[in-house]
């Protein structure tokens, strides 16, 4: 099938440019000038819309087994829900148990996944017990299965955790192997401490989640591991899910220095709250317990990770999406926070979460592109196949409307949770509440289907050009000291694509 999609425009490195971009089948065979595609071919008309490389969520959680419950969605679900969102790629994570042998963990991940994708997707690794066997483990799966990102965990003892040493001992194999380290930083070990201190004095409520994983305890974590990783001669470094702003000040010293050091935020630190959502009434808050927390609104996280997104010391928004019902699964935790399984479901609307701080002058369109797809393209060996509007590229293309309205709720979402996270958050988001007309309009695949976030924002490029030479300047910086890697593949497979 040969598509020409025209009239919109193209949002890449080099910024907007409008152009008419030719599919021929799954692959983009040319860009034009507007107008100057090859006439008697399908078109496809997206005047007024962006066209964009289709979204690619480095970090879910479909199935994952966690807290005696597993992930609510499904690949299926979860991919599906995903495609509704513009996201047409995932990095799931397989796991290996302590005790377990790599091989299998993979193995039964791409059983889960395998034929029930409706996108692409690629698998990071969880290792849960770092010994001879894992290690050479490492190897094998970067020379053979295309895994060349390996997550580790300082923080759940006794479940996935890692000590300093088994850090380093990974960190050194990546190092020789050309794999990537990716690590949940915080110190599990002194968590454990405060969990136990604060159920001893009756503190069983979802906020204390919250407040026994202090903005501390991940800025050290965060410290030691980039220590780690500079020991282990300058291994490559990613850190998961940071929200927290004296955590993105170990990152940016050591990306001002010159470190192979990277980070990821999600759409959760950017606009949510340990006291407006952990903090909720009663047993409500479990609804937004996750790791690394929310932080306090009293405190300048979310204006200091937008800052990150700008200067590229956050060079990807992923979700970390690990959702839970709130009936049932959360309800796991009543009486004892310690007992909620850890996780918020989000797959769905990262795209449009980081296009609200376009809308809010936070983000320049450049950098929305870059940190939903073209850098976890280029992080994880997808690059140019995916992440970019190029010919010779994948044909993941999202057309976005920045007109359309988004209700994000439960009603509306299709991730098989029973509630949504971010339900109901206002100011200053614009993207709630929709017309009922948008929604009823909503067909089974947004990657022909755009939506929009917001509602239309005259200031928007005024607001994104200030913005913009913020960027421009601090990209320049960055940009000469950064050693991003790409490592040729990421054992992407083909979603079916329905
Ligand atoms: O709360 C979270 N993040 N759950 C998923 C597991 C992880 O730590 O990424
Ligand atoms: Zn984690
Ligand atoms: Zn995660
Ligand atoms: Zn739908």
Known sequence: MTLLITGGTVIGPSGAVPADVLVDGETIAAIFAPGAGPAGVETLDATGKYVIPGGIDAHTHMELPFGGTAASDTFDTGTRAAAHGGTTTIIDFAVQRTGEVVQDGLAAWHTKAGGNCHIDYAFHMILGGVDDDSLKAMDQLVADEGVTSFKLFMAYPGVFYSDDGQILRAMQKARDNGAMIMMHAENGIAIDVLIQQALSRGETDPIHHGITRPEALEAEATHRAIALAEVAQDCPLYIVHLSASRALEEVAAARDAGRNVFAETCPQYLYLTLEDQLGAPGFEGAKWVCSTPLRSKHENHHRDLWKGLRSNDLAVVSTDHCPFCFKDQKELGLGDFSKIPNGIGGVEHRVDLVY?????????LERW??????????????????????????????????????RIGVETHHMNMDYSAYEGTRSPARWTPCCPAARSSCPAARTTAPRGAVSTCPVACRATWCDGDAYRKALHRWSLRRRQRGPAAAGLRPGHGR
Do not use: C, H, W
């Not at 701080?357 to 320049?364: A, H, I, P, Q, R």
């Open 356 to 364: 609200q701080g376009v809308v809010d002058g936070k983000l320049s």
């Open 369 to 406: 592109v870059e940190t939903i797809a073209t850098t976890p393209a280029r992080m994880f060996g997808l690059y140019p196949r995916k992440g970019v509007i190029a010919p010779g590229s994948d044909a993941d293309i999202v057309l976005y409307d920045p007109n359309g309205r988004t």
